[in-house]
């Protein structure tokens, strides 16, 4: 429940402030984020830590209960010596460098994944023609391909790596088949099945992109010299992310320190099975009899489940519940990016706002906002007719027409 301080009073506004929100509370430790099952350490280690607990029980049983006195005796000897033995291993230091390593290649691979916004906006800008229908109709067709052959090498790239990707385009035919790219282009690409490091062709759209910018430019689409430029240069930015995001996927971490990391957690725990054991014969003011291994348990999440999170964020290209959601974002590039590029909707009307006159304003809600623009901006009159000067396209440009995505995918319209 949200904590609320004093009303803010402004201009006979009043607006109450929440001090606590969701993510302040996540942040505050709320209880209910140690009861989520989805991405939680519940659901990595609840079978591990199931068979650990029985495994450290029966030893405890048969220690107590299968032994005769000189073999306890004996057995506890080699508790003491286990448990002095396994307390050296540097654990946290080798978990906690692996895991940062792990964790910093995760975010880097996301913030590398290049998203075609910028070129669309550039392409809507920059990329014109003579005000004739014709010409209009080529301007839009070039801007279009553009868009398409931008993510057509974003496909052919990323399903490489992802496993949601090569589920959803297996072959060049399904790509085909959503109009991505035609049997004709399909056939110039190549065979994209190969399992070489280097053997597919998704650079290929990607020239086809700067050869139909070269030419537009010849033909006066692109008479701006920097702008050219520009296009060109965000072209190969997009490129080199695409580079990048690959050579993260062809280059993981050495295995060999992959494997030092995991061969000592699990010899830790395993010599802890016996060294954590909890001792009969002991001196008085040693430690409780305890028959269930609590702060071991404590240490076998603490440590197993940093392991965990590693292997979950190795690749996160695969089907985790913290893996890349590609599909999700492919549909949200290309929804949006061929919007841009092909809809041409005019700003809303230029007025002054709400805070115009007021030197040092602050941001709060208020119910009269409109009320105040037509009283003290414009002018009633003025503003009412601004507004009815607009057509109805103009006053409701979020209104647009329903693309053929929308309609097989509803959850592009919420882009």
């Not at 414009?378 to 027409?401: C, F």
């Amino acid at each position: 429940m949200s904590t609320e301080v004093k009303p803010v009073r402004k201009s006979g506004i009043v607006d109450v402030i929440p001090r606590r929100t969701q993510v302040t509370d996540l942040l505050l430790g709320e209880s209910r984020v140690m009861l989520r099952w989805r991405s939680s350490l519940w659901k990595l280690l609840w079978k591990e830590l199931i068979v650990y607990t029985v495994l450290f029980l029966c030893i405890s049983l048969i220690y107590r209960y299968a032994l005769d006195e000189a073999q306890q005796l004996e057995f506890e000897r080699v508790v003491k010596w286990c448990g002095k033995q396994y307390t050296g291993l540097p654990l946290t230091f080798l978990l906690g460098f692996y895991v940062s390593l792990v964790v910093k290649r995760w975010w880097e691979q996301y913030c590398k994944l290049p998203w075609p916004d910028k070129m669309a906006g550039l392409l809507r800008a920059l990329v014109k023609a003579p005000a004739t229908d014709k010409g209009k109709e080529k301007a839009q067709i070039v801007r279009r391909t553009i868009i398409r052959y931008y993510m057509l090498s974003y496909v052919l790239c990323i399903r490489r790596l992802s496993l949601r990707l090569r589920k959803r385009f297996p072959n060049m035919t399904s790509v085909v088949k959503t109009g991505l790219v035609r049997k004709d282009e399909k056939i110039r690409i190549g065979d994209e099945d190969s399992h070489k490091m280097y053997g597919s062709n998704w650079w290929m759209p990607l020239k086809w992109c700067a050869e139909i910018l070269d030419q537009a430019q010849v033909d006066g689409m692109i008479p701006n010299a920097p702008g050219y430029v520009n296009l060109h240069n965000e072209l190969s930015s997009f490129r080199t992310s695409l580079t990048d995001v690959a050579t993260y996927g062809h280059i993981p971490v050495p295995l060999v320190y992959t494997q030092v990391v995991t061969l000592a957690v699990y010899i830790y725990f395993i010599v802890s099975l016996i060294g954590e054991q909890y001792i009969i014969y002991r001196k008085e003011g040693d430690d409780l009899d305890l028959f269930y291994p609590i702060f071991t348990t404590v240490k076998f999440l603490f440590y197993f489940g940093w392991l965990r999170v590693a292997e979950t964020l190795y690749n996160p290209f695969g089907e985790d519940d913290d893996d890349f959601e590609l599909n999700e974002l492919l549909n949200r590039h290309f929804t949006v990016a061929m919007r841009i590029v092909s809809t041409a909707e005019p700003p809303p009307v230029l007025l002054k706002d709400i805070y115009y006159a007021d030197p040092e304003p602050i941001l709060i809600e208020s119910d009269r906002g409109e009320e105040y623009m037509m009283e003290h901006v414009n002018g009633k009159d003025t503003l009412t007719e601004n507004i009815n000067t607009l057509s109805e396209e103009e006053r409701h440009p979020l209104h647009h027409t329903v693309s053929n995505v929308e309609k097989t995918d509803p959850r592009a319209a919420n882009v």
